[in-house]
């Protein structure tokens, strides 16, 4: 079982709709915690950062961490075509060796 | 400012050559990770440098892998003897100074062996 689990989609919305992407953890001494967006062909741009547990929202994007049930979630709303591409989770216990989930792809369609 | 950058952003080749991969991170971040990250997949962390000095390559898939990073700035992920299983995308990263810097990635190397 790999330390990070992310369902893979595909997830397609349409235009205006909320995504909704999350992922679960085996390692409980995970306490920071990214949320990276991937286009095709290019690296990962990060997204949202955050640290222990609790909510953090950025413009149209709102990131929330459970720890007690090693659970994380990534919100966006009004989605745009712009959105469409694979959404990474990522974690760590000292902010270094970073642990991925294997992305969420989505499409939002115009 | 300018982002992490990497090169070559293309590199084939043929089973058993040796290539280099080079990075060059954000200007003044002292930490620089290397990643691979294999089709469909999530990047796998491989080794991890702050400064010049190597702290972690417990990720390393075996000793054909070898990074460096002598001044503290640009590294070279070197693999000899490619094999066909080294086919992947590798990416650099880097962070800055203190205990919240998150990891700011380049657009990587595809690297395929034929």
């Known amino acids: 079982q790999k330390e990070v689990e992310q369902d893979p989609g595909p997830l397609s919305v349409p235009e205006g709709a909320i995504v909704s992407l999350n992922c679960t953890y085996s390692n409980s001494a995970f306490q920071y915690f990214m949320w990276y967006r991937q286009y095709s062909r290019k690296g990962p741009e990060l997204l949202m950062y955050?640290?222990?547990?609790g909510n953090k929202e950025d413009g149209r994007f709102t990131a929330q961490v459970d720890k007690s049930s090693k659970y994380i979630s990534l919100f966006i709303r009004d989605s745009q075509p712009s959105d469409s591409a694979t959404y990474l989770c990522?974690?760590?216990?000292?902010?270094?060796?970073?642990?991925f989930g294997a992305g969420t792809t989505v499409t939002v369609r115009a | 400012g300018a982002g992490v950058s990497q090169s070559p952003r293309y590199k084939v080749a043929k089973r058993g050559q040796d290539v280099a991969l080079r990075c060059d991170p954000i200007s003044g971040h002292v930490s620089l990770f290397w990643y691979q990250q294999a089709l469909g997949q999530g990047p796998e962390f491989l080794t991890y440098?702050?400064?010049?000095?190597?702290?972690?390559k417990s990720g390393l898939p075996s000793d054909r892998f070898f990074a460096e990073r002598p001044e503290g700035s640009v590294s070279t992920l070197k693999i000899q003897r490619t094999q066909q299983e080294d086919s992947a995308v590798y990416l650099c990263a880097s962070s800055g100074r203190g205990q919240y810097q998150p990891q700011h990635f380049g657009d990587g190397t595809r690297l395929s062996i034929l």
């Open positions: 955050t640290y222990s547990s």
């Open positions: 440098f702050q400064n010049e000095a190597q702290l972690d």
């Open positions: 990522a974690m760590s216990p000292l902010n270094y060796k970073l642990s």
